[in-house]
Nanobody
Framework: QVQLVESGGGLVQAGGSLRLSCVVS????????MGWFRQAPGKEREFVTA????????SYADSVKGRFTISRDNAKNTVYLQMNSLKHEDMAVYYC????????????WGQGTQVTVSF
């Protein structure tokens, strides 16, 4: 059974930084892509960033380009989201998700971690 566990969320002032982690169990190696999504109160869940199985290909939502960086350590089955220059509008519950190579759907999701950005 695949499990994803996020950590690293918390309260930060605008302009500050946080690093989120997502540990994946039940999947090993690089045969899955990983993504980060977020959902703010009253809004739909939105894509933030994704990384390919080997880590060579990354994509970002326009709203976070230049501020957020996704990375992964396959030896540790962990994906990271470094968030810099945080804005109040980045405040949301952040979820990591896994997608099998060759599939279009993120089938496995974590429980989410809250990121709160104060003015």
């Amino acid at each position: 059974q695949v499990q994803l566990v996020e950590s690293g969320g918390g309260l930060v002032q605008a302009g500050g930084s946080l690093r989120l982690s997502c540990v994946v169990s039940g999947r090993t190696g690089s045969n899955y892509a990983m993504g980060w999504f977020r959902q703010a109160p009253g809004k739909e869940r939105e894509f933030v960033t994704a990384i390919s199985g080997g880590g060579a290909i990354r994509s970002y939502a326009d709203s976070v380009k230049g501020r957020f960086t996704i990375s992964r350590d396959n030896a540790k089955n962990t994906v990271y989201l470094q968030m810099n220059s945080l804005k109040h509008e980045d405040m949301a519950v952040y979820y990591c998700a896994a997608r099998g190579v060759g599939t279009n759907e993120y089938a496995d999701w974590g429980q989410g971690t809250q990121v709160t950005v104060s003015f």
